[in-house]
């Protein structure tokens, strides 16, 4: 049974992830790391992931069977999560759920990422929380 990268990665995270708080150097592991938050939270360049001054602004857009979504803006600021609680954010990482009740659209991985420890759920929100603030798409558009 062949098994993706990521979700391998999801059981890695719970099965490593003994940490009494929450730690900013996790939470960067994790988001740059194995749960790739840039990859889909950046706005692409021609090289892919802008993710050197751009990390979190957004903007990225896919297109599926779902529609087309446009990656949120996750980082400090007001375009971002500066207005989300930790409860909400965590609800949004590893359920699906915006804060209307909503489910959100693919190609969020959120049951892959339920599957984290409560530990390492909290490290990522805390880096998030500390990304410098950029406008959506970080000013690009």
Known sequence: M???GFLSSSFIFAATGVLTEPTLERGAYLVEG???YGNCHSPMGPQGPMTDSHTGAGGFEFHGS???????NITSGEDGIAEYSDDELRAMITQGVRTDGEAMSPPMPFGSYAKITEEDVSAIIAYLRQLP????GGGLE
């Open 66 to 72: 779902w529609g087309t979504v446009i990656a949120p």
């Open 34 to 36: 194995p749960a790739a």
């Open 2 to 4: 062949k098994i993706s």
């Open 133 to 136: 603030a950029l406008p959506m």
